[in-house]
């Protein structure tokens, strides 16, 4: 049973991402420190060179050959259902979108397994709790932000072709195509598309290039690799090595959530996507993201501790990777800034009313 003292722990590790969270704000909104190129460069570095580190050292050191692979079934039955119905929504349906269907992936599936999901699981369920949740990172990493990364790029690069054939009146479009420029929530010009026959090759060639390019892709890869490696002919790795990559990696968290602060401080408004969007991001958050990991893991059969901490972890909190993603692809960040923010804070007493329920259910 969760006491007073497991939920203290809880609010000891979410307290000092406000804390960065605070000083970004200020360095902007306050003390006028940055300018907007200069929040940009922030939030590239943490993309491309601490997350990067963060992913790796995490993965490298869990054990594969002990992971409850039925619990990660369901894991992947319960994103591959998100991710179908809204690939059939963003193809088949007149009001499908697909910058929407990334966003809304992110917001129903993607959560923080290891700043809040940890202490809170181990609290709940003791090393059970703790071995379960991070491997939902692992697969998190290995996966779902790898699909991310794909589709992020993928309507950058079909944004990028169709700009240039626009202007250039490229033959691989046809005449049916109109292109509709607007602004979308972030303010960056898109391209909406009425009706394409866009060559799928040149898109995937871009796609490629890029994911190749992006230490983001084979992060957590190369971390699963070491992991396999290591555990199976037992040995460590040298202390160099592990050090070079500490030093990178134990900012990951703060400087994610200092860089949302600056990115806060931009906006016209505090919560600048809008209250209908916010709960939009709460429900599909803490409603849409347990209720299919609890068909996935019916699904695989899984029940008593496991199940309850299956549906418990899908119900945490927002990614703040998910975030700078969103930043740097300029997809929809203040939905998911706002995602993150409010529901960190509005996660804990959900949390424990979650586990509450399942506990009187058992």
């Not at 003390?31 to 943490?46: E, L």
């Not at 929504?89 to 290891?114: M, P, V």
């Not at 949740?133 to 990364?149: C, D, T």
Request: charged share 10%; proline share 3%; hydrophobic share 50%.
């Amino acid at each position: 049973m969760i006491g007073g003292d497991d939920i203290y722990k809880v609010v000891t590790a979410m307290m000092p991402l406000y804390v960065a969270l605070v000083l970004g704000y200020g360095s902007v909104k306050w003390w006028h420190m940055f300018k907007p190129d200069h929040c940009n460069a922030i939030n590239r570095f943490n993309c491309y060179f601490i997350i990067p580190f963060f992913t790796f050292e995490f993965v490298a050191h869990v054990n594969p050959y002990k992971m409850n692979y039925r619990f990660l079934s369901a894991d992947v039955i319960a994103k591959s259902m998100v991710g179908i119905v809204l690939a059939l929504w963003a193809n088949c349906s007149k009001n499908g979108n697909f910058s929407w269907s990334i966003t809304t992936f992110s917001l129903s599936s993607l959560n923080n397994s290891l700043v809040i999901g940890v202490p809170l699981l181990k609290a709940m369920y003791g090393e059970l709790g703790f071995d379960l949740v991070v491997q939902s990172f692992v697969i998190q990493s290995l996966l779902w932000f790898i699909a991310l990364l794909f589709l992020l790029e993928m309507r950058r690069a079909r944004s990028q072709i169709l700009d240039s054939q626009s202007v250039n009146g490229d033959a691989h479009v046809s005449s049916s195509v109109e292109i509709e420029m607007g602004r979308d929530s972030e303010g960056i010009t898109s391209a909406h598309v009425v009706s394409e026959s866009l060559s799928f090759l040149p898109v995937m060639k871009i796609v490629w290039v890029k994911l190749a390019k992006n230490p983001n892709s084979y992060a957590c890869i190369i971390g699963l690799i070491w992991a396999l490696l290591s555990n199976r002919w037992h040995f460590q790795m040298p202390e160099i090595i592990e050090g070079s990559i500490l030093i990178m990696s134990k900012a990951g968290a703060g400087v994610a959530m200092f860089s949302m602060g600056l990115f806060m401080a931009l906006q016209e408004r505090f919560i600048a996507c809008g209250v209908g969007l916010t709960l939009y991001g709460m429900v599909l958050r803490f409603v849409v993201g347990p209720a299919t990991i609890a068909i996935g893991s019916v699904a695989m059969g899984l029940h008593g501790d496991v199940l309850r901490i299956a549906v418990i972890q899908a119900a945490l909190p927002q990614s703040i990777t998910s975030f700078v993603y969103a930043q740097e692809y300029g997809l929809h960040a203040t939905e998911l800034s706002t995602a993150v923010i409010f529901g960190t804070v509005a996660s804990l007493p959900l949390l424990i009313g979650y586990y509450a329920i399942l506990d009187i259910l058992h």
